[in-house]
């Protein structure tokens, strides 16, 4: 979706088109009276299920002083109010900054580091199931599920090509399943690691388009890119297979538990692998296809290019040709006699 520009003519209120170029006001309308209900008592307890962070469980910390606390956060319906909460204000930044940016969170690097999941890789599945999340990631959650709900009604406002809008709806419906699946079934440390990989590669992707808008012959990044995508799925289907395959399977504590978040049975596991590794297939498929049609393209090009070339040569070629043989005529007995006469 490109940069959208607005009409200069001011088109019915309410109607099509008015909608599609005041949307951002338009949310930005509705966010506000979530907004103006914390400031009154009689709304106040409605509008802080959606504009704060819900479930918050307050836990003495390890090895601290008693005094010491840590917040962490599980997950439950509320969080539906909240997600649309903060859907608003994604539609209300995508009008802002347009593409590009929200669709790498920068935060959450700084998640894996706080989490341990980088240093110490058991941690994804030690201990499940994660019920307890600490703020920023709990935050992160609310903030992506938001940002991909908010990309549906996108299309319609930045006016998507119809032949383009059921490949956008698989791309979104993709990332709201993979998200909320994590999110439900307690795998979110999981799903971290797997977003920021993905997300790492995709920003890259972004980036090398960026540089080849400015300049075609810069061709090096998209390369970078499709190395680091192969192995990013290579690397996406370990990690899933080593922590839902191996190590849940072989944790203490199995069995399907609602009551304590507990998903650890043998068909959620192969349920999420079936998923996971059905996804990464399309995605090689897809990034296969595409490479194969950029290199039919670049071969068409190098042809076209080369024509040119053997026409002018040809046509040098039969000039020649025609120049001796207008000669060899004029020098002909004929031409003599003709000449003579």
Known sequence: MGIRKKSSKNPPVLSHEFVIQNHADIVSCVAMVFLLGLMFEITSKVAVLFITVQYNVTIPADGGPEE???????????????????????????????????????????ILINENLLSNPVSLWDGYPHTLMLFQMKFYYICQLGYWLHAIPELYFQKAKKEDIPRQLVYISLYLVHITGAYVLNLNRLALVLLVLHYFVELLFHVSRLIYFSNEDRQTGFTVWAVLFVLGRLLTLSLSVLTVGFGLAGAEKQGLNLAEGSFNVLFVRVTVLAAICTTQAFMMWKFINFQL???????QTQTLKKKPSSSKSKSKKANGVNGSVGASGADSPRARKEKSS
């Open 68 to 110: 010491t606390t840590v917040n962490y956060f599980h997950y439950g319906l509320k969080d539906v109010a909240t997600v649309f909460f903060y859907m608003l204000v994604a539609i209300i930044m995508h009008a802002i900054i347009q593409e590009y940016v929200l669709d790498c969170f920068g935060a959450t690097l700084l």
């Open 293 to 299: 049609r950029q290199w039919r393209e670049h071969a």
